[in-house]
């Protein structure tokens, strides 16, 4: 029975593993895998139930809680599924409606006559049939609500139910003019990383401005950056722009404060920022070699705190243009920001706030005290934990200022980020800004609190592969493939919306996890994980349906263990894959890929945060960190990887030459005799990649720059700086660097 229920849930019985060996789910990963879908498993009682729920939920559900089409199937059918007796379908009434999303809407009949019979069930002793109900008009792609109501006949209830009916490209966003025939580059910059003379010790949206110009200037036709979802910004598991409290909402430390008008009218404010204790502490965020995030963020976030009382006096009380522009954005975001803002106060309210004597003392240093600790709302009393809970809405009436402090931090992000696209298109940018989104959230963050219905008792991972032997658990809880489908799929569309938002691109980590994703029930290990199959049709027309709207082109990371017509069906939709130039080889050789094996359906690029810098990649920086850091199981192990790593430059050497690609007539001739990687050798790399068909190709500003560590070391935690290294020159320095010239030079033959 556990074997059916799993079957009827999504759980994949087996799959192969990257080395091409079958790996069998077993029966407890099943069970357990059934239970973090909130399943009741422990009987067989229970089980019959289960199965019977599944077997038969079309039927009892009246209609489908969603309906996904593409906009060439259409006239749109749906069937409905009603419970009557034998014989007396001529009896019913069916009428039903359908409303598009500015209110229109179109209103039918069917009645007993006319309702033709497709199907029937005896279900516990009950008549259901199945009919179809086809709509009259050829509709624009969009999301639709749709409303059917049945008549009843003798001695029964009234049905009615409202469904949503999505209707869809069938394709993803592509530029009509991309430059180059189709073709384009584009700087990638982890925008924390970012060094300058004048941000408050972490990278910003005015240093993200200068970066476009730069890019611009050169010729690129877009620039990537890392995710920028709302985290705690506290040490050491909160840093990770990978391991959001939110993917709806953005981190507020990426703010220019001093480019904030509130700040400039607010004396208090102004008063700190030109006080000579706080420009002392400011320039040691500035100065210093790693990113203090806490420290950024309480410094942040108290002069943020004076400028939203400015606001409030004289913007949001008087109904000023700046305070009606506040209220529209909070109107138009609707129940999805509250949500956030009363999770962002609530964590306040039981987490380690900040000294708020700073603005007395004018002492940044008594800020040092965790941002907040307690970014988890599992955590809180028990009455806070649900969102819909009278504790919960009596706080937030209580509450009213402090939640729309935190609505006014994300109204200023959306305008600092809309400006830098605005930029970006202006210099005329062939994409513009190229976001990224991350796999999920962590279980204890806004968007698990505000979703939990949907949300699985289980971590995401992956089996164990020639990357980690040992599989790897990626920390955050699964969506429910049912519970997402039951709700018509509402946190996948807000969550594609947002980050497609002020963007020309969205990259899509790990797209794999669209078709089938690795669940971890907790207590158990990577290895005894098993695979749950998605609804990747519904998923993959929405995210076309939110690309084309907002015209952004979607790049799907499909790197790692994949299932089978992955890569087709994401081409298909034409979701750009996703190529590295460290893992294009002519495996099983260890060769490179030659430049025109590349798919033109593709963006390449040398590395990511995860792998090494081209530097380092030369050099063997990051092997030497791993043996430091006793990542290596033995000896043989690291050797292995340090002869590997001598062959694959060497192959490297070779792969350029066989291109034609010219060094300086002085460049050794062997990887031995070359032991440092040269601006002259990066920019061979690239011209290697500038030679393939991909659409887009991505150039890491660390590569360029000569940045020897590598962003985040996988497997590690705090013995390791991940996401806190900042770029070894300033921006000051980067816009004039020659090397850029040079680089756009060569693509400008592209």
């Given at each position: 029975m556990i074997d059916e229920l799993a079957e009827l849930c999504g759980i994949i019985p087996e799959y192969y593993d990257i080395f091409g060996n079958k790996q069998v789910t077993p029966v407890?990963?099943?069970?357990?895998?059934?239970?973090?879908?909130?399943?009741?498993?422990?009987?067989?009682?229970?089980?019959?139930?289960?199965?019977?729920?599944?077997?038969?939920?079309?039927?009892?559900?009246?209609?489908?809680?969603?309906?996904?089409?593409?906009?060439?199937?259409?006239?749109?059918?749906?069937?409905?599924?009603?419970?009557?007796?034998?014989?007396?379908?001529?009896?019913l009434m069916l009428s039903w409606s359908i409303e598009d999303e500015k209110g229109q809407r179109d209103e039918y009949m069917l009645s007993g006559k006319d309702i033709a019979v497709s199907e029937q069930q005896w279900i516990d002793g009950m008549r259901y049939i199945k009919i179809y109900i086809s709509d009259k008009t050829q509709r624009d792609i969009g999301y639709y609500g749709i409303t059917i109501e049945c008549a009843p006949t003798d001695g029964q209830d009234l049905l009615r139910k409202t469904a949503k009916v999505i209707i869809t490209p069938d394709t993803c966003y592509i530029p009509p003019r991309p430059v180059g025939e189709g073709r384009t580059w584009g700087l990638y910059v982890n925008l924390y990383s970012i060094r300058s003379s004048r941000n408050w010790g972490i990278g910003d949206f005015t240093d993200l401005k200068?970066?476009?110009?730069?890019?611009?200037?050169?010729?690129?036709?877009?620039?990537?950056?890392?995710?920028?979802?709302?985290?705690?910004?506290?040490?050491?598991?909160?840093?990770?722009?990978?391991?959001?409290?939110?993917?709806?909402?953005?981190?507020?430390?990426?703010?220019?404060?001093?480019?904030?008008?509130?700040?400039?009218?607010?004396?208090n404010a102004m008063a700190s920022i030109i006080s000579e204790v706080f420009k002392k502490e400011l320039g040691e965020l500035r100065n210093g070699d790693l990113i203090d995030y806490e420290k950024v963020a309480s410094v942040k976030e108290e002069i943020l705190k004076n400028a939203f009382n400015a606001f409030y006096e004289r913007h949001y009380k008087r109904k000023t243009k700046r305070g009606r522009d506040f209220k529209r954005y909070i109107s138009e975001e609707g129940n999805i920001l509250e949500s956030f803002a009363m999770y962002m106060a609530l964590s306040k309210e039981f987490g380690v706030s900040p000294s708020r004597s700073f603005f007395k003392s004018n002492i940044v240093s008594s800020l040092v005290t965790r941002h907040s600790s307690l970014f988890s709302w599992?955590?809180?009393?028990?009455?806070?934990?649900?969102?819909?809970?009278?504790?919960?809405?009596?706080?937030?009436?209580?509450?009213?200022?402090?939640?729309?402090?935190?609505?006014?931090?994300?109204?200023?992000?959306?305008?600092?980020?809309?400006?830098?696209?605005?930029?970006?298109?202006?210099?005329?940018?062939?994409?513009?800004?190229?976001?990224?989104?991350?796999?999920?959230?962590?279980?204890?963050?806004?968007?698990?609190?505000?979703?939990?219905?949907?949300?699985?008792?289980?971590?995401?991972?992956?089996?164990?592969?020639?990357?980690?032997p040992n599989g790897q658990n990626w920390g955050f809880p699964p969506l429910i493939p049912e519970a997402l489908k039951e709700t018509g799929y509402e946190l996948f569309i807000q969550t594609m919306r947002k980050n497609m938002k002020y963007g020309g691109a969205l990259r899509i980590d790990h797209a794999p996890g669209l078709f089938r994703l690795f669940w971890i029930p907790y207590g158990m290990s990577p290895r005894d994980g098993g695979y749950v199959r998605y609804p990747y049709e519904d998923l993959l027309r929405i995210i076309a349906l939110e690309s084309v709207r907002n015209r952004t082109m979607v790049i799907a990371e499909d790197l790692g263990t994949i299932g089978e017509n992955v890569r087709e069906t994401l081409q298909r939709f034409q979701m750009l894959s996703?190529?590295?130039?460290?893992?294009?080889?002519?495996?099983?050789?260890?060769?490179?890929?030659?430049?025109?094996?590349?798919?033109?359906?593709?963006?390449?690029?040398?590395?990511?945060?995860?792998?090494?810098?081209l530097y380092g990649y030369w050099l063997g920086q990051d092997l030497k960190v791993k043996k430091e850091l006793g990542m290596y199981p033995d000896e043989n192990v690291w050797q292995h990887q340090i002869n590997d790593r001598e062959r694959d430059r060497a192959l490297i050497l070779s792969a350029l030459r066989s291109e034609g690609i010219l060094l300086p007539d002085d460049f050794p001739a062997g990887p031995n005799m070359a032991p440092q990687m040269t601006p002259?050798?990066?920019?061979?790399?690239?011209?290697?990649?500038?030679?393939?068909?991909?659409?887009?190709?991505?150039?890491?500003?660390?590569?360029?720059?000569?940045?020897?560590?590598?962003?985040?070391?996988?497997?590690?935690?705090?013995?390791?700086?991940?996401?806190?290294?900042?770029?070894?020159?300033?921006?000051?320095?980067?816009?004039?660097?020659?090397?850029?010239v040079e680089l756009s030079d060569m693509f400008r033959k592209i």
């Open positions: 407890e990963t099943k069970k357990a895998i059934l239970k973090a879908m909130k399943l009741k498993v422990d009987s067989r009682e229970d089980l019959r139930e289960e199965i019977e729920k599944r077997r038969w939920k079309p039927w009892k559900g009246f209609i489908e809680p969603v309906k996904i089409i593409s906009v060439n199937e259409q006239p749109l059918t749906i069937p409905v599924y009603i419970p009557v007796k034998e014989g007396e379908e001529n009896r200068n970066v476009v110009k730069l890019t611009a200037a050169l010729g690129g036709g877009f620039v990537g950056i890392n995710p920028l979802h709302a985290i705690p910004n506290t040490k050491p598991y909160g840093i990770s722009p990978y391991s959001p409290i939110s993917r709806l909402y953005k981190n507020f430390v990426y703010l220019d404060v001093e480019n904030i008008p509130d700040v400039k009218k607010s004396d599992q955590e809180w009393p028990e009455e806070y934990r649900d969102l819909s809970g009278k504790a919960v809405q009596k706080f937030k009436k209580a509450n009213k200022r402090e939640l729309l402090f935190y609505e006014y931090i994300q109204w200023l992000i959306d305008g600092q980020l809309k400006e830098v696209a605005e930029d970006a298109k202006n210099s005329g940018m062939a994409i513009g800004l190229y976001h990224d989104l991350a796999i999920g959230s962590v279980s204890g963050g806004s968007d698990v609190w505000s979703y939990q219905d949907v949300v699985g008792g289980a971590n995401v991972g992956a089996p164990p592969d020639d990357f980690n996703y190529r590295l130039f460290y893992f294009e080889r002519n495996y099983p050789e260890p060769s490179f890929v030659k430049p025109e094996m590349y798919p033109e359906m593709a963006l390449c690029a040398v590395t990511t945060h995860d792998l090494p810098t002259e050798l990066c920019c061979a790399i690239y011209n290697y990649l500038a030679k393939t068909p991909c659409k887009l190709v991505l150039v890491s500003l660390d590569d360029v720059i000569g940045t020897l560590n590598q962003q985040n070391m996988p497997g590690t935690v705090d013995t390791y700086p991940n996401w806190m290294q900042k770029t070894p020159l300033l921006l000051d320095e980067i816009v004039i660097d020659k090397r850029f």
